[in-house]
């Protein structure tokens, strides 16, 4: 068990830039999750993958967001157009079907937007 | 639609005392309830949860919390705290029910221990 696993832990944006984050499950886990969480908040939800498909979304998640995937694997998050108000830490969580409702995080991306 | 109120946002305590933090929830439907903590630079780790039967449950580290339906409260406890505990702790509930699997977190409490 080696983790979730994010890329980049850190990121540093221009706004109307576009980035894409990345999200390594844990292996055969099925379920996987994208959170979001600025200063003094909670992490919010933003979307949910059952392997390769999306079966939830937050109205937080704009159309300037995107999620990926593919092949139930590994997952990309989008954002384009970055604004400032995007700034945050994304987290990102995986879960394997029938365990009880235990999702592991990963130690997130933080994105700054200038 | 759930929403989680951490009524602390901060609480000092002494090495070796007791602590409590306190989680109080809204829903209309059953939940799941679930601590978290997050240890500095750390990703959130599970430290207990809540899906049936007994309401007192145990969890690592040696918290404990006690799920109140009456009081919609879900407060963790641990009676005796340790320098290593220094972190945040997060409160969340999820719909007990089918189509919906995501977690609704409170804001937060950030534990100090202090020496």
């Known amino acids: 068990d080696t983790g979730v696993s994010q890329d980049p832990r850190h990121k540093i944006t221009k706004r109307g830039q576009n980035v894409t984050f990345r999200c390594d499950p844990i292996?055969?886990?099925?379920?996987l999750y994208w959170y979001r969480q600025t200063l003094g908040q909670g992490p919010e939800f933003l979307t949910y993958f059952q392997n390769e498909a999306q079966l939830e979304k937050s109205r937080l998640l704009s159309d300037r967001f995107s999620a990926e995937r593919p092949k139930g694997s590994f997952s990309t998050l989008e954002i384009q157009r970055t604004e400032q108000g995007d700034s945050a830490m994304y987290l990102c969580?995986?879960?394997?079907?029938?365990?009880?409702?235990?999702?592991?995080f990963g130690q997130g991306t933080r994105l700054t937007v200038v | 639609a759930q929403s989680v109120t951490q009524l602390d946002s901060q609480v000092p305590v002494f090495e070796e005392a007791p602590v409590e933090l306190r989680c109080n929830y809204s829903?209309?439907?059953?939940?799941?309830l679930f601590w978290y903590v997050q240890y500095p630079n750390q990703g959130l780790q599970l430290l207990l949860k809540?899906?049936?039967?007994?309401?007192l449950v145990k969890g690592i580290n040696g918290f404990e919390a006690e799920f109140n339906k009456s009081q919609t409260s879900f407060h963790l406890r641990k009676p005796s705290v340790h320098i290593s505990d220094t972190a945040e702790y997060f409160c969340a509930v999820r719909d007990s029910g089918a189509g919906s699997y995501q977690l609704t977190f409170g804001k937060g409490t950030k534990l100090s221990v202090i020496p």
């Open positions: 969580a995986s879960s394997l079907e029938g365990t009880g409702l235990r999702a592991f």
């Open positions: 829903s209309s439907v059953s939940v799941y």
């Open positions: 809540y899906l049936s039967g007994s309401t």
């Open positions: 292996s055969e886990h099925n379920r």
